[in-house]
């Protein structure tokens, strides 16, 4: 099928990273759309209620353990805080939780490389205009503050200084849809833990019908 | 991998090359089939939602190398830019064995009978090249039946009043409705419309030894894991090779057709699976590489008698480009409308193909192949935000409770739109790449509005709480995953480039067996009228063999 205007995304001519194996959760049993999310409910109404109103050391709970291919643990953590604020928890996990940094990390190490610059100099000027804005770094920002900073960064109304060598606009557009990838796409790319938002959306696991243990291949309604 | 003369060379293992590749075989011709692309085995496949035919941030699952085959864009406002596989600018279709067959959503349309004749039916729109077919429908048909019944479709099309005559049913019956159905059925009889089961190349029941569908939702975009859908791979390739007189060679990518001192097809020159340089000669060839890489292949092979390109003479190699912009609409519902059945796209509707008023042509509407997550938030209304709070709980409330209606808008041809070669870009190969240029005729985007107008209503009957229009309004080249037009037939050599017979006017041994033979691209999926005209132009040359040359 064709779509009849033009698609966001879509990056110049990196070759595609191998892909790593499929994710553990996509072998998990069926779940009725009842209890969707299935083991990790418990677990992930916690984290999201903690995440929803607490600092982003929750956020970022063991990223300095984690192996970053391309961002410094400082951009990670600030990538956690801005990713939140695209995709919030609320009653279904955030994008922090999801996992959309080490989506995003792993994309810039290998079909995104040729956004690495863009993330590189975006977030630093992020940070400045952080400071600029609220006299803070950008990890400390109050949550009605960090939505604020967003907002401008989309209208392209954060102090000018900071962005002379990176387009605001272009780099808003670009990490809203890397989020979007994350979140939303299969987790074997290193996002949609446990394909929360699949779970979210009531699909049925494991996502490939043949798959299920209960189901015969051949023409299943 | 031998180079000794062949029969005849076969470029491109889609819809079109894989069909004349078996029909030249079983009438014993020895065949090369060269495809730049690879095999997609069903057992590797993976369903990966942003890796695939319909979704390509990171790249079309089914070809072509991203980095190593760009292409040139020259957009409305007469700029040039440097285009990749992963963006829809490029007007990709795919590159493997099967060509688009492998991943596609299957439809399998008929053209109607006043799709061959456009310009007698409406004339000819100021600024086009709208024109008849030098085939009618009913010539066309037999090879219609051939397609569907040796390659296996499935469907309803007794529900349609507005079809060509046929001989008979469809060989295979429609999969049981899904919820989207049984809503839209109803609605669409409600308004007094037509719907019914759309063709599809897909097996409803077990067919050539294939299984049927298992109903996932990983169907339009992907190779398909249980080999239910149909395509060229699956079906007539292996048919050609089994003759022995076939050899298919794959990672082959043809640098040029070269011809003999009396003008005449001799052969081609290729890059091999290891980018080496290749000579296969043969008694004939034929060109099936789609709308876009057959013209730009003709474009590049010059010589003293074509300086411009192969069967260029009177500068009609990759005109008429054409393609379909898709128009319609997403409904929102209180209900649920989501039941995980795929592959939708199940029914649609012809009432607005031909005789609508003030208007030439028109285009068939159906409803849509079913959405992966990723691929809903395409469709976000303008009041939601793009991020944040609310705009999760859109996707939340309203991905199991919306349906799109949608369907291909026929295009009136320009000259302008257009295939060249660029004189600057490369491929990795070092062959000039393929420039696209052209906008819109503005009567397209008069049935854009038709269509959209239209799915709106059929959507509002349904019950839809909200509709949410899409309409394409900008003035762009449309040629992507339906792409025609570029090596038009015609009876006169001044205003087409092959004949009746998919033959070259100039060069009586090189035809063409893709879609760039059309004149016109129908209200519809061309795929199956690829087919067709494939097992035509093949009956014409098995005809005329006579064993070492045609007569």
């Known amino acids: ?221 | 991998m031998s180079s000794s003369h062949v029969n005849a060379v076969v470029i491109g293992s889609g819809a079109g090359g894989g069909i004349v590749a078996k029909q030249l075989a079983q009438a014993g011709l020895s065949v090369v089939l060269l495809e730049r692309g690879r095999w997609h085995s069903p057992s590797e496949e993976r369903k990966d939602d942003l890796h695939n035919q319909r979704t390509f941030v990171l790249g079309p699952a089914y070809g072509p190398d991203v980095p190593k085959n760009p292409r040139a864009l020259v957009n409305a406002q007469g700029v040039e830019e440097v285009v990749y596989a992963d963006s829809w600018s490029y007007q990709n279709n795919a590159a493997c064995v099967g060509g688009g067959t492998v991943s596609y959503g299957a439809m399998a349309w008929r053209f109607m009978e006043q799709d061959f004749r456009m310009k007698s039916l409406y004339g000819v729109p100021e600024g086009s090249t709208l024109d008849d077919w030098p085939i009618t429908s009913a010539e066309l048909e037999p090879f219609y039946d051939q397609a569907e019944y040796e390659l296996g479709v499935a469907g309803d099309v007794s529900g349609d009043p507005f079809k060509a005559p046929r001989r008979r049913p469809l060989p295979m019956p429609p999969l049981p409705d899904d919820r989207e159905t049984q809503i839209m059925k109803p609605a669409a009889q409600r308004l007094g419309w037509h719907p019914f089961y759309i063709p599809m190349l897909r097996n409803t029941v077990a067919y050539n030894g294939r299984p049927p569908c298992m109903r996932c939702r990983w169907c339009c975009g992907f190779a398909c894991e249980c080999d239910a859908k149909t395509g060229t791979h699956n079906t007539v390739i292996p048919q050609a090779l089994a003759t022995g007189l076939c050899e298919l060679r794959t990672g082959c990518i043809v640098r040029e057709i070269q011809l003999d001192t009396r003008g005449r097809g001799r052969g081609v020159e290729y890059f091999d699976g290891k980018n080496r340089r290749q000579l296969q000669t043969a008694d004939l060839i034929v060109v099936a590489g789609g709308a876009i890489e057959s013209a730009r292949l003709l474009l590049n092979s010059k010589s003293r008698l074509f300086p411009t390109g192969l069967g260029n003479r009177f500068d009609w190699v990759g005109r008429n480009l054409q393609g379909h912009a898709y128009n319609g609409g997403l409904g929102l519902f209180e209900e649920e409308t989501y039941d995980d059945l795929g592959p939708g796209g199940q029914i649609a509707v012809c009432d607005f193909n031909h005789g609508n008023p003030g208007l030439a042509g028109g285009g068939m509407l159906a409803t849509e192949f079913i959405r992966l997550p990723y691929q809903f938030l395409n469709w976000r209304p303008a009041d939601v935000p793009r991020w944040g709070p609310a705009f999760k709980s859109f996707v939340r409330q309203y991905f199991r409770r919306s349906i799109v209606v949608i369907g291909p808008s026929q295009e009136i041809p320009r000259f302008e739109s257009r295939v060249e070669v660029d004189p600057k870009v490369r491929d990795f190969w070092g062959i000039p790449v393929a420039r696209l240029s052209g906008v819109d005729h503005p009567h397209n985007l008069k049935l854009s509005q038709l269509a959209t107008d239209k799915a709106e209503l059929w959507l509002k009957e349904a019950g839809a709480t909200r509709i949410l229009r899409r309409q394409k309004t900008a003035n762009s080249l449309s040629a992507g995953q339906h792409q025609a037009g570029t090596c038009r037939m015609g009876n006169d050599p001044k205003t087409s480039v092959v004949n009746k017979q998919g033959q070259l006017h100039d060069v009586p041994n090189v035809f063409v067996a893709d879609a760039s033979l059309h004149v016109t691209n129908g209200g519809f999926n061309p795929v199956l009228t690829i087919m067709a005209l494939a097992y035509h132009v093949s009956a014409g040359i098995t005809r005329n063999w006579k064993g070492g040359g045609l007569r």
């Open chain 1, 1 to 221: 099928m064709k779509r009849s205007e033009t698609h966001p995304g879509g990056i110049q001519g990196a070759t595609k990273d191998a892909h790593p194996s499929v994710s553990g959760a996509v072998g998990k049993r069926l779940h009725s759309p009842d209890n969707a999310w299935g083991l990790n409910r418990r677990r992930f109404l916690v984290a999201s209620v903690l995440t929803a109103i607490s600092a982003p050391s929750l956020l970022c709970a063991g990223f300095e353990d984690l192996h970053w291919r391309f961002l410094t643990l400082d951009e990670a953590r600030m990538l956690a805080v801005l990713c939140d604020v695209i995709l919030p928890p609320d009653q279904d996990p955030g994008a922090a939780a999801a996992g959309v940094v080490q989506f995003i990390d792993r994309k810039l190490a290998g079909y995104h490389r040729g956004s690495q610059a863009l993330y590189r100099r975006g977030l630093a000027a992020l940070a400045s205009s952080s400071q600029q804005l609220f006299q803070k770094p950008l990890v400390d920002l109050a949550a009605h503050e960090r939505v604020a900073l967003v907002a401008r960064w989309e209208k392209n109304e954060l102090p000018p200084e900071a962005w002379k060598a990176v387009g605001s606009g272009e780099f808003f557009s670009r990490f809203v849809d890397h989020v979007m990838q994350g979140y939303f796409g299969g987790p074997r790319h290193g996002g949609n833990r446990d394909a929360v938002s699949w779970r979210m959306l009531g699909l049925p696991q494991p996502p490939v019908r043949s798959r299920r243990p209960e189901s015969p291949r051949r023409n299943q309604p």
